[in-house]
């Protein structure tokens, strides 16, 4: 079992544990978590969602085996099911990351109310690196939060950040001891049982509702365009390199 999910004191947590491949999500795996926040959600004894990893990893994005083999096709794939019901999620969300958070273990933080890091947590979002483009708002999000110029470092070139400059940046809450992520994260879920419910599900709902619009079609024009990387020669090259445990060679590309 890849993901794990149980509701304890009004805290639903859904735990990444997949770490023999270094977390990487599969499409059985984002179908778990989407109907994990689903349920979340309709769920009156949950007060809030705890999104975490493994002790060393967070997730190393997407599966790359995955990507080559059944790329998602249209909006039923179960890594939109996920990022729409984590968009759609109207209770808390909050993240605990240790390790590496790749790809998609970096956007999904984008949409997370908290989000702690631990002092070892490494970012990226390589997409480019990989033949592809940004993905579900991050070319919306990233630029408001960081200005174009630092942002291109982080969607263009693909530079990986720190814990400390995910905090630096808007992107965390706080950095803390590796050790001490998921306990701090779990307390601050835990704070939710004694707020009022509908407050914060309105609060919540009114903090996103400007941006809403504008990251649906911003998500929308980012899925085609992805989509279509997905099967291009540059990807493949990348996704072949990574198996081969090599640098991929874009030389022949214009
Ligand atoms: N998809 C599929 N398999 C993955 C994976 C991914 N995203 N990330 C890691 N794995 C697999 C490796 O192929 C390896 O499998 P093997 O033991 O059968 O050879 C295993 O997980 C361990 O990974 P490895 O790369 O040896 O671990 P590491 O500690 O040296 O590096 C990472 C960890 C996360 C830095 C590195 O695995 C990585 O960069 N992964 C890919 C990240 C990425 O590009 N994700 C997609 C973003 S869109």
Avoid: W
Wanted: one cysteine or more.
């Amino acid at each position: 079992m890849s993901i794990k999910t149980y509701t304890l004191n009004g805290v639903t947590t859904i735990e990444i544990a997949r770490p023999e491949k270094k977390n990487a999500l599969t499409r059985a795996m984002y179908q778990s978590m989407a109907d994990a926040l689903l349920a979340a959600n309709d769920d009156k004894s949950c007060r809030a969602v705890l999104i975490q990893g493994q002790p060393n990893i967070f997730t190393s994005g997407n599966d790359i085996e995955d990507f080559m083999s059944s790329p998602p096709r249209d909006e039923s794939a179960p890594v939109f099911q996920f990022m729409r019901a984590l968009l759609a999620c109207e209770k808390p969300v909050v993240a605990a990351v240790n390790g590496a958070a790749i790809g998609i273990g970096t956007t999904l933080l984008l949409h997370c109310d908290l989000v702690y890091v631990a002092d070892d947590a490494r970012l990226a979002m390589p997409f480019v690196g990989l033949g592809l483009v940004p993905e579900f708002g991050s070319s919306l999000v990233v630029p408001r939060l960081l200005g174009h110029v630092k942002a291109a470092e982080k969607l263009l070139l693909g530079d990986p950040f720190t814990g400390a400059d995910a905090a630096d940046c808007g992107i965390a809450n706080a950095v803390l001891p590796a050790s001490e992520v998921a306990n701090h994260a779990r307390r601050v879920a835990e704070r939710f049982n004694n707020l009022a419910p509908t407050a914060v599900r309105e609060s919540k709902r009114l903090m996103r509702r400007h941006s809403v619009e504008q990251l649906t079609d911003t998500i929308k024009v980012e899925a085609e365009l992805f989509s279509a990387r997905l099967r291009s020669p540059e990807a493949m090259e990348a996704f072949q390199a990574f198996f081969q445990k090599r640098q991929p060679d874009f030389s022949k590309f214009d």
